[in-house]
């Protein structure tokens, strides 16, 4: 009963643990890079340009580049020491500890000025120190890893081999050895480029990513719809702007915010307008589902494409509900003269795609299991090309029946193939391929000229495949060929193959071997 128990409970927690959709945008995959030629090549290539002094703090092993430039330049390359000081010799010491490089620079000026008259002073940075930082929290290999010190957050994920498909990244936290403590939005510098949200990493930070729990749902004319992570006292302009914000397209007199009743037992709606939400800034909340609507008829491209023999194929405008098939052909130009109107088709690409169970379920049946009304339908299905518009090309153009003359729809396709003047022949036959059509002539006819039957030739089950249809026809039933048509020779089921006769045969060899050594021991020793 124990035993029972526990696995309900771990199947329980396994059940919540998939259940959960976690942000799945596609800058995370970015931060799961676990090629370590991949990781290498970045840390030994990677480089931002120069870097901002006014964000860059210098620490224990960083080289300096001193010039003092006179009536003599006197140079000095001193390096920080543990404490935080540089020493210039003549100079003394100077306390470094906590100072961005802008700092340094004017502390050291200020320092040498005292000393030095009417000359020049110039300071960078010469070399980097390494530092050492800790990745710890919900990521794939949590540990302690040496960076250069001009390495950024990113740089730390790319090579810690990156974080968990349930890593929070918009709510990393960076605590520093000296009691500061920041939150950074990653996802920010990612999306937006916010490079306050990918600051420089000191010696000795601790960086610590949870798990996501919290979400914010985003739906519908949004550049980046999805689930991301929720981050307290965010606004709704906030997260809108983190997903690439709203669409051309969208809605924007009413924002709907499903939200839920403190004791989240249940939804309600809160409706704004765009311009309240960027001005007024209300505030987002954990499991909000903002959903962004379309305005319907609104820049909608209205064509139809026209495509093969035809003067002028291409894209063409349309009138919804009024520009008909005839008049598109006629602007395209017509026909070419090798058109086939017989084999020319429509093709609805807004075709109804209605779910079919029985569909469905045939095709997990064997054949033989099948009735053959339920075989046949599985053919006649699996044979229907969806989003085909029956037309009679010939009707509409040729005899100008207007009945066949169809109201085009937004993405309509209008295909014309060239006339097929040959009859195929395939399978089993000397010589397989096109021959050109002739009236009057037969199924016969096409096999002689194709060389006759092949020695595999199955001779009484030849079929025609029709060119319009696709249908499968009994070369008997067939009166007569039309343009297009494939005859099919099928072939005789093959004979055992010659490694299995050799295998069989010796197996009979040998076994008869074996009786006729016996009978000969037994004469011999009847003797």
């Given at each position: 009963m124990k035993a029972q128990l526990l696995f309900l409970i771990l199947l329980l927690i396994n059940f919540t643990s998939i259940a959960q959709v976690f942000p799945d945008y596609q800058e995370r995959a970015l931060l799961g890079l676990k090629d370590s030629t991949l990781i290498t090549q970045f840390l030994t290539t990677s480089s931002e340009g120069a870097i901002d002094p006014n964000?860059?703090?210098?620490?224990?092993?960083?080289?300096l580049f001193i010039s003092i430039s006179g009536l003599d330049e006197k140079i000095f390359t001193p390096?920080?020491?543990p404490e935080g000081f540089i020493y210039i010799p003549r100079i003394g010491a100077i306390d470094l500890r906590n100072k961005t490089l802008s700092e340094a620079k004017v502390a050291i000026q200020t320092r040498l000025m005292k000393s030095f008259k009417d000359v020049d002073i110039h300071i960078s940075l010469q070399n980097f120190r390494k530092l050492k930082v800790s990745l710890v929290g919900?990521?794939?290999n949590p540990s302690t890893y040496v960076l250069s010190s001009s390495s950024r957050l990113l740089d730390l994920f790319v090579l810690s081999s990156g974080l968990t498909n349930s890593s929070d990244i918009r709510n990393i936290r960076i605590n520093s050895k000296n009691g500061e403590q920041k939150k950074v939005d990653l996802l920010k510098f990612l999306r937006l480029g916010d490079y306050s949200q990918n600051p420089f990493l000191n010696d000795g930070d601790i960086v610590l990513v949870d798990k996501a729990e919290r979400f914010v749902s985003l739906f519908g004319h949004i550049k980046y719809p999805g689930n991301y992570e929720y981050k307290e006292g965010e606004s709704i302009d906030e997260v809108l702007n983190v997903a690439g914000g709203i669409l051309y397209k969208a809605r924007t007199d009413s924002i709907e915010i499903v939200r839920f009743t403190d004791d989240g037992k249940s939804q309600y709606s809160i409706y704004f307008s765009y311009e309240k939400i960027k001005s007024?800034?209300?505030?987002?909340?954990?499991?909000?589902f903002i959903i962004v609507r379309e305005i319907p008829d609104y820049f909608d491209v209205h064509y139809v494409e026209v495509k093969g023999e035809i003067k002028y194929p291409g894209v063409y405008k349309i009138k919804k509900d009024e520009t008909t098939l005839s008049q598109v052909i006629n602007e395209a130009g017509g026909f070419k003269k090798n058109a086939s109107l017989k084999d020319a088709v429509l093709y609805r690409t807004k075709a109804d795609s209605t779910y079919d169970p029985e569909l469905e379920r045939l095709r997990l049946i064997p054949r033989a299991d099948m009735t053959d009304d339920e075989y046949d339908y599985l053919k006649a299905r699996s044979r229907q090309k969806r989003g085909r518009?029956?037309?009679?090309?010939?009707?509409?153009?040729?005899?100008?029946?207007?009945?066949?003359?169809?109201v085009l729809k937004i993405g309509d396709i209008i295909?014309?193939?060239?006339?097929?003047?040959?009859?195929?022949?395939?399978?089993?036959?000397?010589?397989?391929?096109?021959?050109?059509?002739?009236?009057?002539?037969?199924?016969?006819?096409?096999?002689?000229?194709?060389?006759?039957?092949?020695?595999?030739?199955?001779?009484?089950?030849?079929?025609?495949?029709?060119?319009?249809?696709?249908?499968?026809?009994?070369?008997?039933?067939?009166?007569?060929?039309k343009p297009g048509d494939t005859i099919w020779v099928p072939e005789d089921p093959p004979g055992p193959k010659f490694w299995e006769v050799f295998t069989t045969s010796l197996q009979v060899l040998g076994q008869i071997a074996a009786v006729v050594a016996a009978t000969v021991a037994v004469i011999v020793a009847t003797r």
């Amino acid at each position: 009963m124990k035993a029972q128990l526990l696995f309900l409970i771990l199947l329980l927690i396994n059940f919540t643990s998939i259940a959960q959709v976690f942000p799945d945008y596609q800058e995370r995959a970015l931060l799961g890079l676990k090629d370590s030629t991949l990781i290498t090549q970045f840390l030994t290539t990677s480089s931002e340009g120069a870097i901002d002094p006014n964000e860059y703090k210098v620490g224990p092993g960083d080289i300096l580049f001193i010039s003092i430039s006179g009536l003599d330049e006197k140079i000095f390359t001193p390096g920080i020491d543990p404490e935080g000081f540089i020493y210039i010799p003549r100079i003394g010491a100077i306390d470094l500890r906590n100072k961005t490089l802008s700092e340094a620079k004017v502390a050291i000026q200020t320092r040498l000025m005292k000393s030095f008259k009417d000359v020049d002073i110039h300071i960078s940075l010469q070399n980097f120190r390494k530092l050492k930082v800790s990745l710890v929290g919900n990521v794939i290999n949590p540990s302690t890893y040496v960076l250069s010190s001009s390495s950024r957050l990113l740089d730390l994920f790319v090579l810690s081999s990156g974080l968990t498909n349930s890593s929070d990244i918009r709510n990393i936290r960076i605590n520093s050895k000296n009691g500061e403590q920041k939150k950074v939005d990653l996802l920010k510098f990612l999306r937006l480029g916010d490079y306050s949200q990918n600051p420089f990493l000191n010696d000795g930070d601790i960086v610590l990513v949870d798990k996501a729990e919290r979400f914010v749902s985003l739906f519908g004319h949004i550049k980046y719809p999805g689930n991301y992570e929720y981050k307290e006292g965010e606004s709704i302009d906030e997260v809108l702007n983190v997903a690439g914000g709203i669409l051309y397209k969208a809605r924007t007199d009413s924002i709907e915010i499903v939200r839920f009743t403190d004791d989240g037992k249940s939804q309600y709606s809160i409706y704004f307008s765009y311009e309240k939400i960027k001005s007024e800034k209300p505030k987002v909340n954990k499991g909000d589902f903002i959903i962004v609507r379309e305005i319907p008829d609104y820049f909608d491209v209205h064509y139809v494409e026209v495509k093969g023999e035809i003067k002028y194929p291409g894209v063409y405008k349309i009138k919804k509900d009024e520009t008909t098939l005839s008049q598109v052909i006629n602007e395209a130009g017509g026909f070419k003269k090798n058109a086939s109107l017989k084999d020319a088709v429509l093709y609805r690409t807004k075709a109804d795609s209605t779910y079919d169970p029985e569909l469905e379920r045939l095709r997990l049946i064997p054949r033989a299991d099948m009735t053959d009304d339920e075989y046949d339908y599985l053919k006649a299905r699996s044979r229907q090309k969806r989003g085909r518009v029956v037309i009679d090309f010939e009707k509409l153009f040729l005899q100008k029946d207007s009945n066949e003359d169809v109201v085009l729809k937004i993405g309509d396709i209008i295909t014309i193939p060239e006339k097929k003047e040959y009859i195929s022949i395939i399978g089993q036959v000397v010589n397989p391929g096109n021959i050109t059509y002739k009236t009057g002539l037969t199924i016969d006819d096409y096999i002689n000229i194709a060389g006759g039957f092949s020695w595999r030739a199955k001779e009484g089950d030849v079929r025609v495949i029709r060119a319009n249809t696709g249908e499968w026809v009994d070369a008997e039933d067939v009166d007569e060929l039309k343009p297009g048509d494939t005859i099919w020779v099928p072939e005789d089921p093959p004979g055992p193959k010659f490694w299995e006769v050799f295998t069989t045969s010796l197996q009979v060899l040998g076994q008869i071997a074996a009786v006729v050594a016996a009978t000969v021991a037994v004469i011999v020793a009847t003797r």
